[in-house]
């Protein structure tokens, strides 16, 4: 939340040029009066009002919801899918749940499309508003069942990797399911997790960790 001093002749004068320059109206702002200027005797001396105003944080994340919407609306035209989409602000970000008869295709190879399309509004966004709340799609559910899917296949994959003492490669992910990953398992006193590949085939490895042999 950027935060900036402004003056004026006085405080309203002071709040207008926050307004003008935040494109936002007085009640989108929160406002601390540093000074409240003086005129002065005969104007001899006359002092400027100064105040530090930033925009709200709730303002902030119903504009990047509204431009994430316009983005979305557009890409989802342009491509021809039949997908229709509600978002809400909840936890400090911003979730978008998809519906329509076009969403089984976002969910192939493991929702990698909907990821990319996720990606893809983020950075849209943030260059348009600058870097903010994360902005999240779903669909019907898909993000929690997939959480749990990975994470059961971390845990398989660190007892197998106890049991044959071998390391166990996971199939692609993106940073955020490889994120997943590594905190899964960052407990496991016996394994360890290492990221290997590079762009899309950029994958965790899980490591059975060396035994240590005590001397007699």
Request: charged share 35%; proline share 4%; aromatic share 6%.
């Amino acid at each position: 939340m950027k935060v900036e001093e402004f003056e004026g002749k006085n405080v309203d004068q002071a709040i207008e040029e926050a307004c003008r320059h935040f494109n936002v109206s007085p009640e989108d702002l929160e406002i601390e009066i540093i000074t409240h200027g003086s005129t002065g005797l005969f104007r001899i001396g006359a002092k400027k009002a100064r105040i530090r105003a930033s925009v709200k944080p709730e303002v902030l994340l119903r504009d990047r919801k509204e431009e994430a919407e316009r983005v979305l609306r557009s890409f989802l035209e342009a491509a021809g899918l039949e997908i229709e989409f509600q978002g809400e602000i909840k936890d400090g970000k911003i979730q978008f749940e998809l519906k329509g008869p076009d969403r089984e295709y976002l969910l192939i190879r493991g929702g990698a499309p909907l990821n990319a399309l996720q990606y893809l509004i983020n950075k849209v966004v943030a260059r348009r508003q600058g870097v903010g709340a994360k902005i999240v799609f779903d669909i019907e559910g898909f993000r929690a069942a997939r959480e749990q899917k990975l994470r059961n296949m971390a845990k398989k994959a660190a007892q197998e990797a106890k049991k044959t003492r071998k390391p166990v490669e996971l199939p692609p992910m993106p940073s955020s399911e490889r994120r997943l990953v590594h905190l899964t398992l960052r407990n496991f006193s016996d394994i360890e997790t290492r990221s290997k590949g590079q762009g899309e085939n950029r994958r965790v490895v899980v490591y059975p960790r060396r035994r240590r042999h005590h001397r007699r």
